[in-house]
């Protein structure tokens, strides 16, 4: 197997005396898409912002590409140009289009020309399904519709990675569909994906891996086969057991609609 283009050796975050997570190690391969599950409060943000220099670690290592990118002086813009990020709230600029959100890290970080910026941010926005909401606002856009300019935003830099922290949190049960959606097809068309989510159906039928962190540590990972029908640890089972449970019969109605779109 080649060398994971992103892998993290012993990552360990601490907030004064709160140890957050310690002693991380992941290995993300191209192409691959990787879930992270768990309580909340067990470091999952945290870890991805730790990735994606976002957040400073008090030990350990992330290494994209084979590069360090935790070195001491390495450029952390030009890191950020390779990891794309989405997070929980959609973190648009109000006063700026669609259009103008996806164009500006063209414009501002990669300096390329206007004209080209508008093209590749319009191809980006067609890909999430918005090119004919590329003049709206945030504001006459839905949380749904806001987030997938978000994550056009992140596609235009043409990162490596993409990391997602929880990106569908912040919407009502309607919307979330249409963002799994179009998470499953990055994930189809092999972009290699990290998604801290609570949606067991999109971990169940997209994730190549799931990883199950709790207080701060790994307890298990393996394929969505391994942890939702064979999980080694009691621990385990008993989260996945009681998540679902917390759907009730009308969630479950929502995650099997949503399951289709995968």
């Given at each position: 197997?080649?060398?994971p283009?992103?892998?993290?050796?012993?990552?360990?975050?601490?907030?004064?005396?709160n140890?957050?997570?310690?002693?991380?190690?992941?290995?993300?391969?191209?192409?691959?898409?990787?879930?992270i599950?768990g309580p909340s409060?067990?470091?999952?943000?945290?870890?991805?912002?730790?990735?994606?220099?976002?957040?400073?670690?008090?030990g350990?290592?992330?290494?994209?590409d084979?590069?360090?990118?935790?070195?001491?002086?390495?450029?952390?813009?030009?890191?950020?140009?390779?990891?794309?990020?989405?997070?929980?709230?959609?973190?648009?600029?109000n006063?700026?289009?669609?259009?103008?959100n996806?164009?500006?890290?063209l414009l501002?970080?990669?300096?390329?020309?206007?004209a080209?910026?508008?093209?590749?941010a319009?191809?980006?926005?067609k890909?999430?399904?918005?090119?004919?909401?590329?003049?709206?606002?945030?504001?006459?856009?839905?949380?749904g519709?806001?987030?997938?300019?978000?994550?056009?935003r992140?596609?235009?830099?043409?990162?490596?990675?993409?990391l997602?922290?929880?990106p569908?949190?912040?919407?009502d049960p309607?919307?979330i569909g249409?963002?799994?959606?179009?998470?499953?097809?990055?994930?189809?068309?092999?972009?290699?994906?990290?998604?801290?989510?609570h949606?067991?159906g999109?971990?169940?039928?997209?994730?190549?891996r799931?990883?199950?962190?709790?207080?701060?540590?790994?307890v298990e990972?393996g394929?969505?086969d391994?942890?939702?029908?064979h999980p080694?640890?009691?621990?385990?089972?008993?989260?996945?057991w009681?998540?679902?449970?917390?759907?009730?019969k009308?969630e479950?109605?929502?995650?099997q609609?949503?399951?289709?779109?995968?």
């Amino acid at each position: 197997m080649s060398n994971p283009i992103l892998e993290t050796r012993s990552l360990t975050k601490i907030y004064g005396k709160n140890i957050i997570f310690k002693d991380i190690n992941l290995k993300v391969n191209e192409g691959e898409t990787i879930v992270i599950i768990g309580p909340s409060g067990t470091g999952k943000s945290t870890l991805l912002r730790c990735i994606n220099l976002l957040t400073s670690n008090e030990g350990g290592q992330v290494f994209l590409d084979g590069k360090e990118i935790t070195a001491k002086g390495y450029n952390q813009d030009e890191v950020r140009q390779h990891i794309g990020m989405v997070f929980q709230n959609f973190l648009l600029f109000n006063h700026l289009t669609a259009l103008d959100n996806v164009m500006i890290g063209l414009l501002k970080v990669k300096k390329m020309p206007k004209a080209q910026a508008r093209q590749k941010a319009m191809e980006e926005l067609k890909r999430v399904g918005l090119e004919d909401r590329a003049d709206h606002y945030p504001g006459q856009l839905s949380g749904g519709q806001q987030q997938r300019v978000a994550i056009a935003r992140a596609l235009a830099m043409d990162p490596s990675v993409m990391l997602f922290d929880e990106p569908t949190s912040a919407l009502d049960p309607e919307l979330i569909g249409e963002v799994l959606g179009v998470m499953a097809q990055l994930a189809r068309d092999r972009m290699t994906m990290l998604v801290v989510t609570h949606e067991m159906g999109f971990a169940r039928e997209v994730a190549d891996r799931i990883v199950f962190m709790e207080k701060g540590s790994v307890v298990e990972e393996g394929s969505p086969d391994d942890l939702f029908y064979h999980p080694k640890h009691d621990r385990t089972r008993e989260f996945l057991w009681k998540i679902t449970e917390l759907y009730g019969k009308k969630e479950k109605k929502r995650v099997q609609k949503n399951d289709r779109l995968f």
